[in-house]
């Protein structure tokens, strides 16, 4: 996947609380077998005329913008396709002292799939989403700042996952940039290892 460092894009502001995944992908589409198609479901469930993502000034949007705790609820890495899939690079959530901007499953999932969460304080957040939908900003990833309107509002991000999102990395990727050690881990492991048929109780150990 491609790997994020700055982007310049229009807002969509739908600036709710506890958004959870089945809000995001209803259920009932988890059982579909491919993994495209799911832009056009996000928030099945309650688009209509007067849904944010619904109003002219949201169309073309890159850049999300929700409330506190967004992705709580039930695991499902369908969440973030969606999003992904209706065509947003980031989500900015608020983060406050009781609650997180993100629940940690959706962090996962989407650091997974290379969609960059921003946690910015209620101050920043307050400006940012103030700006409303089809507002332009620039986020610097390098920089981890939210370019808006003429200000700088800066956001925490773990440093691996800014690694990972950089250079468009999923897990597996993660891993392989270790191959040589893994390699070399391998080459001069001695533990037990079964290398025969160990049905029966045979089978040798490695080393």
């Given at each position: 996947m491609?790997?994020?460092n ?8 739908y600036?709710?609380?506890q958004v959870?995944?089945?809000r995001i992908?209803p259920a009932?589409y988890?059982?579909r077998?491919s993994?495209q ?5 996000l928030f099945?469930d309650v688009?209509?005329a007067?849904?944010?993502?619904d109003?002219?000034e949201?169309?073309?949007a890159t850049i999300?913008v929700a409330?506190t705790?967004f992705g ?5 890495e369908h ?5 992904q ?6 989500v ?11 629940s ?5 999932n989407?650091a997974?799939?290379?969609l960059?969460?921003?946690e ?7 400006k940012v ?9 620039t986020?610097?990833?390098p920089?981890?700042v939210?370019?808006a309107s003429?200000e700088?509002?800066?956001?925490e991000?773990n440093?691996a996952?800014?690694?990972?999102l ?9 891993t392989?940039e270790?191959?040589?050690?893994i ?7 001695s ?9 029966n109780?045979a089978g040798a150990s490695?080393?």
């Amino acid at each position: 996947m491609a790997g994020f460092n700055t982007h310049q894009g229009r807002l969509a502001v739908y600036n709710a609380d506890q958004v959870d995944t089945d809000r995001i992908i209803p259920a009932r589409y988890l059982s579909r077998v491919s993994r495209q198609g799911y832009g056009e479901l996000l928030f099945s469930d309650v688009r209509g005329a007067d849904f944010p993502l619904d109003q002219p000034e949201a169309d073309g949007a890159t850049i999300l913008v929700a409330g506190t705790n967004f992705g709580c609820g039930s695991s499902r890495e369908h969440a973030v396709w969606a999003i992904q899939q209706a065509g947003f690079k980031a989500v900015i959530a608020r983060i406050e002292a009781g609650s997180p901007g993100f629940s940690d499953i959706f962090r996962q999932n989407s650091a997974n799939c290379g969609l960059l969460l921003i946690e910015l304080p209620a101050d920043s957040h307050a400006k940012v989403a103030g700006l409303g939908s089809g507002a332009e900003v620039t986020i610097d990833l390098p920089k981890q700042v939210v370019e808006a309107s003429g200000e700088s509002h800066p956001f925490e991000i773990n440093p691996a996952v800014k690694d990972q999102l950089l250079k468009g990395l999923d897990l597996v990727g993660t891993t392989l940039e270790f191959a040589g050690q893994i390699d070399k881990f391998e080459e001069g492991w001695s533990a037990f290892a079964p290398t025969g048929d160990t049905a029966n109780g045979a089978g040798a150990s490695k080393g």
